[in-house]
């Protein structure tokens, strides 16, 4: 299971790798965040807890096994590893997590509005919809408990006052989807405070469930044929029977919304 061609070694320097990336783009800041990577049927590697992730060294990579017994390191592991390995135990084709407070995602989900808005053609294809996990205090049994059910269908998650959490085949694929749901919050803020979201057609929405099924998407999870596909969960918002939301008369001036919105996105940039 380990990825052909990449030692230990290697995949230790992929964790510090991202954990930099993620502390450059302010998805991760102090002490914040974890990352892991299923390493073999036996061994996980996983960020220590309390340091900041964007400041890491190989040595300082803890390896683990299944249970969360320390193996090697002089750390102890992310405070957050429970929910890690419950995620492993429940999905096999998963080889890494990675969790973070990205601020407009984590804003959804301190707010309480799952990503489930069918707006977004990538979105639909890539992930389907992203849901909200109820809150439990982190670090917890109740926390991984909910998270890991969440994953049997979605490959990311949001978790309620707490923050995001995306996996993967891989570390790299985990990370690009935080950045992607990310990206996807911004995209849904800005249409939001425009006041106007044009949702798809059902036979929009159908080409796209094609698409994503053409390219494989999901069809390693073991869970797939068992999950409810974009549309047909109940958590979804239903649309007006126009196929656009009207803009609202108690909006700001056209000025005032492009001066809130150019201020959210530059905030995220700084």
Do not use: W
């Not at 995306?166 to 935080?178: F, K, Q, S, W």
């Not at 911004?186 to 053409?214: P, Y």
């Amino acid at each position: 299971m380990q990825a052909p061609g990449k030692n230990i070694h290697d995949h230790k320097r992929d964790i510090v790798h991202i954990g930099k990336m993620m502390y450059e783009r302010r998805f991760i800041v102090a002490g914040d965040g974890n990352i892991s990577v299923r390493i073999s049927e036996e061994f996980i590697l996983t960020t220590p807890t309390a340091l900041c992730k964007g400041m890491l060294s190989p040595d300082q990579i803890v390896k683990i096994d299944l249970a969360g017994k320390v193996l090697e390191g002089e750390y102890q592991p992310s405070s957050e590893i429970k929910m890690h390995l419950a995620v492993y135990h429940t999905r096999p084709d998963i080889k890494a997590v990675v969790h973070a407070h990205p601020p407009i995602s984590t804003g959804f989900a301190v707010a309480g509005i799952p990503l489930d808005q069918l707006i977004l053609a990538e979105m639909v294809v890539n992930f389907g919809t992203i849901p909200i996990a109820p809150y439990h205090p982190p670090s917890t049994v109740e926390l991984a408990n909910v998270v890991a059910e969440k994953v049997r269908c979605y490959d990311a998650v949001l978790m309620a006052n707490h923050g995001v959490m995306t996996i993967g085949p891989d570390v790299y694929t985990a990370y690009h989807r935080l950045e992607m749901v990310e990206q996807f919050a911004v995209i849904n803020l800005v249409a939001h405070v425009l006041g106007k979201m044009t949702t798809f057609s059902q036979q929009q929405l159908r080409d796209l469930i094609t698409i994503r099924e053409q390219l494989g998407i999901g069809a390693q999870n073991p869970y797939h044929r068992q999950c409810p596909l974009p549309g047909q969960t109940e958590s979804v918002h239903n649309p007006p029977s126009s196929s656009e939301y009207e803009m609202p008369s108690h909006l700001p001036d056209m000025e005032t919304l492009v001066k809130i919105i150019t201020q959210t996105i530059m905030s995220i940039l700084r």
